[in-house]
Each structure stands twice: as structure tokens, then as C-alpha cells.
């Protein structure tokens, strides 16, 4: 409890953000909800065969699994909040509308057909028949689709539209228990205050509840028309990181360089926005301008033609840069120092008893126990490729997530695992490298990646962040990741103290 009330102190202003755009985006998710729903089932009272038709369209989708709806909308609207309503959207539309449609066309046919003996209008009998008896079960839709949209919309994050994901998608990627519980409780308790107002309301009347509900339309729409007309109008750039603690603190050093020689430039961060494949395709649809990429991972999956990647560092970034310029229109800064690629790494205990320092010496000792991550398993680069490369046989194989893998290695219950260099675990257990003696893994320097259009149309970012070219060890890198992921400090604190330290930044603290 101690560590989670100090990480709920040290990020509050954080996680507040984050509550405020998860609530954002689930008050905008319901209320078009409702307004697309109410209707479509009132015009479908009178047409039952194409109501019950649109009841299993909306079922059928209920049945899609979200990051599937997610991957399908990224093409046509790409990332961010847009796509993610969509989504919430499309998930809600069933409760709301089978409640709406199912309460007006379950009404006793003797009160409907004593309102049309009195001869009242169609309006008159909707709202003042129709609707106040169905009420009930339209108000348990939306209720139903208020939870639903609150739980769902923790996977806004996947896709960068913020919101309580971020914590619970940090939590896992960092195996930090104290974030996951700060996204999931609050998901939780926001669930369970909406339905309780929810609830609240459903004593109301049904003309105090459209008079309300038309406030709140009126009111969101005018707080977002101000917030617009208040913010600044400066040059805003956007630079997303993939998932975990490293390209956290990498896109708060690229902010704090470009913002040094550019204050008036806004630069928006997205932190832990998702995949490779996903960041180059935001990257290339203009939904990003900047991330930072590793030359290996552009030569082995991004670019074509350059399966056998050269063991010389310089030779790999110059390939890579080249590659991306033709085939992509993409400019690739020049990289830092270290490298975060693949290795093999055993216990200082293990590695004392059998004298172990290099790859080879591995294949001499089949009875030791390995885990590896799931594709580093099976993909041609990883345990596969060790196979042939260096005669790797060992008779005990299992495959573990990164952060069990680890733990398990700490423990003794397995003796060897695959890593990456500045993985912070390596601190954390006081594990040891082992050395690739015959330059199996290609290199993995980072750099800034954008578009060569963007990079030409703005020099003096490209000046600010070839600041870090050369920069940075790999034993600085896994210190800082030590910091983020073990110690839970801000990425952004972390980022600023190296580049005070180093002095890439002109006044100390700045």
C-alpha cells in the first residue's frame, strides 16, 4: 500500500489526465450512442422485419473482438481518439438500441390503441405514451452500455487515444503492479459511479431526462468549441514511442531538445502507443511525425531486400537509412551508441560454475535449462537461427513472457534466457551478458525516424535531435531503464537529469 500511495503522489496530475480523457471519451461514446440508437428504434417501430434485422446486425457485431474492430477502422481513420469512438461506439449500439426497440414495441397493444381512440398526434403518443413506459428498459440499456463503454475504452490506449489503458498496458509492459492497479481500480470505480447515476436518474421523469441529457450535449459541445478556441495556435508535432520504459524516456529527450531550441513549438507526447508495424503505418499516414527506431528491426521487418543484415553497426544504419529514403520517402536521423538487440544472458552464478562468457560456450552444457520469449522462440533471428549458428541444443526449452522469464532465471528454477541488452532486469538480478562471438544478432541503434517532408520543412528539429547522434551507452541506457521500470521514476525526469548530466541542455534543470 506504501508503494501504491507513493506512485499515486509522484503521478496524480498523470493519472488525473488520464481519468479526465477516459471520462471524455466514454461521455462521448454514449451520448452519440443515444442519439444514433433512440431514433433508429423509433423509426423502426412500424417496420418489424427490418428492426429485427438491424437487432442481429448489432449483435453480430458484438460478437467482433475489439482490437479487431480497432485494426479494421486504423486504415480509414486512423489513430487516435476517432478510431477508438468509433469502436466504443459500435459496442454500445446493441444494449441501447435492443432495450429502446424492445420496450416501445412491448407496450400493451390496449394502451396504444386507447391513445389512438383519443386521436392524439404520433408525437403526442411517442413522448407522452410510448416513451415514458418504455423508459425503463431504455435507461437499462444505456446502463448496460455505460459499463461497457467505460471497460472497453481502457483499449483507447492500444491505439493512442489516452485515457486509463495507459496505466494498465504500463503496468504490464513493465511489470509494474502499482500502475496496473491505479488503471484497473479507477476503471472499476468509474464503471460503478456511472451505473449508480445512471440508476439515479432513471427516477426522473422522461421530459426532465431529455431536457438533461440535451444540456449535457449542449454544454460538451461548448466546453470543446472553447477549449478550441483557447489553445494556442502553435505548430504542434507528435511524437509516439512503443510500448515500456526505454521509448518513454527517448520521446521526453526528443521533447525536451526540440521544445529547448523551439519553445514555441507544442510537442505532444504519445507514450506507449503500440507495435512496430503500427507505429510505421502512423508514421506514413501522418498520424505521428516522429518515433524512435532500431536498424535491425528496420532492415529484418520494415524495409525490403535486406534479410541478411551486416554485423558492422555503421554499415546497418547507413542500409537502413538508404532503404527507408527510397522505398518509404522517410529520413532516418543518425543513431545513438548503444545498442538494444538481442542476447543471451545466464546468473553470475551459472556463468562462475561452468565458465560461461561467450554464445559457444553454451553449446558444450545441453542439460541446462532455458526459457525464451514466445517468438524469440521461433522466429529465424532468435533461438532458431542460435541452432545453426552456434550448434545451441539444450534439452530443457520452454517459453515464458519477459518478465516471468526473468524471475524464473533469478530463482534457479531455469539457467539461460534470451534479453535485450538494456533490459533493466539485467541490473535488477546482476545478470551476465554473454558474448555473440560470432556476430549473430545484427545491430540495434536507435534514431529518430520522419518524413523526409517533415524533415525538410523543419531543419532546426532535425539540428536539435541529431544532439543525441553518438550519444549514450548501453549500460546508461539499461541504468535509465532501471530507473523507470524498477525504481517507477518519471520517464520524463529520468530523460532530463541525462540530458543535464551530459549537458544537452543549456541551463541546468530546464
Known amino acids: 500500500m506504501n508503494s501504491l500511495s507513493s506512485y499515486i503522489n509522484r503521478n496524480s496530475s498523470d493519472i488525473i489526465a488520464a481519468l479526465g480523457q477516459h471520462i471524455e471519451l466514454s461521455i462521448i461514446a454514449i451520448l452519440i450512442t443515444v442519439v444514433l440508437a433512440v431514433p433508429l428504434a423509433v423509426v423502426l417501430i412500424d417496420h418489424r422485419k427490418i428492426g429485427e434485422f438491424f437487432l442481429q446486425v448489432t449483435s453480430v457485431i458484438q460478437t467482433i473482438p475489439s482490437l479487431a474492430i480497432l485494426g479494421i ?21 446493441m444494449p441501447v438500441f435492443q432495450n429502446t426497440y424492445a420496450g416501445l414495441t412491448n407496450i400493451d397493444p390496449l394502451l396504444i390503441e386507447a391513445a389512438d381512440a383519443f386521436g392524439v398526434s404520433k408525437r403526442f ?13 431504455i435507461i437499462s440499456g444505456i446502463r448496460i452500455a455505460v459499463v461497457m463503454v467505460i471497460g ?19 503496468g504490464i509492459q513493465t511489470n509494474n503492479n502499482d500502475a496496473l492497479i491505479v488503471g484497473a481500480v479507477l476503471s472499476a470505480i468509474l464503471a460503478l459511479i456511472a ?59 526528443y521533447k525536451d531538445l526540440i521544445q529547448q531550441a523551439n519553445p514555441n513549438i507544442h510537442v505532444k507526447l504519445k507514450r506507449n502507443f503500440g507495435g512496430t508495424s503500427f507505429l510505421f503505418k502512423a508514421l506514413q499516414n501522418q498520424n505521428i511525425d516522429i518515433y524512435p527506431e532500431f536498424t535491425g528491426t528496420v532492415l529484418q521487418s520494415l524495409v525490403k531486400g535486406h534479410k541478411n543484415v551486416a554485423a558492422n553497426a555503421t554499415t546497418a544504419y547507413k542500409d537502413a537509412a538508404q532503404a527507408l529514403k527510397q522505398q518509404y520517402n522517410l529520413t532516418y536521423l543518425a543513431p545513438m551508441k548503444y545498442q538494444n538487440g538481442y542476447g543471451i544472458t545466464v546468473t553470475k552464478a551459472i556463468a562462475d560454475k561452468y565458465h560461461l562468457r561467450t554464445f559457444a560456450d553454451l553449446a ?27 550448434g545451441l541444443h539444450f534439452n530443457s526449452v520452454r517459453t515464458m513472457e519477459p518478465s516471468l522469464r526473468y524471475e524464473a532465471l533469478a530463482k534457479g528454477k531455469v539457467d539461460v534466457t534470451d534479453a535485450y541488452t538494456t533490459d533493466p532486469q539485467i541490473k535488477k538480478y546482476h545478470l551476465i551478458l554473454l558474448q555473440d562471438n560470432k556476430s549473430f544478432f545484427p545491430p540495434y541503434q536507435g534514431a529518430p525516424l520522419m518524413r523526409t517532408h517533415f524533415a525538410k520543412k523543419n531543419p532546426t528539429i532535425v539540428k536539435s535531435l541529431n544532439r543525441l547522434a553518438g550519444k549514450i551507452t548501453t549500460s546508461e541506457m539499461q541504468e535509465m531503464n532501471y530507473r523507470v521500470t524498477v525504481k517507477h521514476e518519471k520517464a520524463a525526469v529520468v530523460a532530463k537529469d541525462y540530458l543535464n548530466d551530459h549537458h544537452l541542455l543549456d541551463k541546468k534543470g530546464k
Not at 73 to 93: E, H, N, R
Not at 153 to 168: E, F, H, S, V, W
Open 73 to 93: 477502422l486504423i486504415p480509414f481513420v486512423g489513430i487516435g481518439t476517432v478510431p477508438a469512438i468509433i469502436a466504443l461506439v459500435l459496442y454500445a449500439i
Open 125 to 137: 403518443k411517442l413522448f407522452r405514451v410510448q416513451f415514458p413506459l418504455a423508459l425503463p428498459m
Open 152 to 170: 472497453t475504452a481502457t483499449l483507447a490506449a492500444l491505439i493512442g487515444g489516452g485515457g486509463l489503458g495507459t496505466y494498465i498496458l504500463l
Open 195 to 253: 451505473s449508480a447515476l445512471i440508476k439515479v436518474l432513471a427516477r426522473a421523469s422522461f421530459k426532465r431526462l431529455v431536457i438533461g441529457i440535451g444540456i449535457l450535449i449542449v454544454l460538451f459541445g461548448g466546453f470543446a468549441g472553447i477549449k478550441t478556441m483557447l489553445t494556442p495556435k502553435t505548430q504542434t508535432i507528435t511524437i509516439a514511442g512503443k510500448m515500456g520504459g526505454e521509448p518513454e524516456v527517448l520521446i521526453n529527450m
Open 364 to 390: 558444450k552444457y545441453p542439460e541446462l535449462k532455458a526459457a525464451f520469449d514466445p517468438d524469440f522462440f521461433q522466429q529465424a533471428d532468435g533461438y532458431p537461427g542460435l541452432q545453426k549458428a552456434y
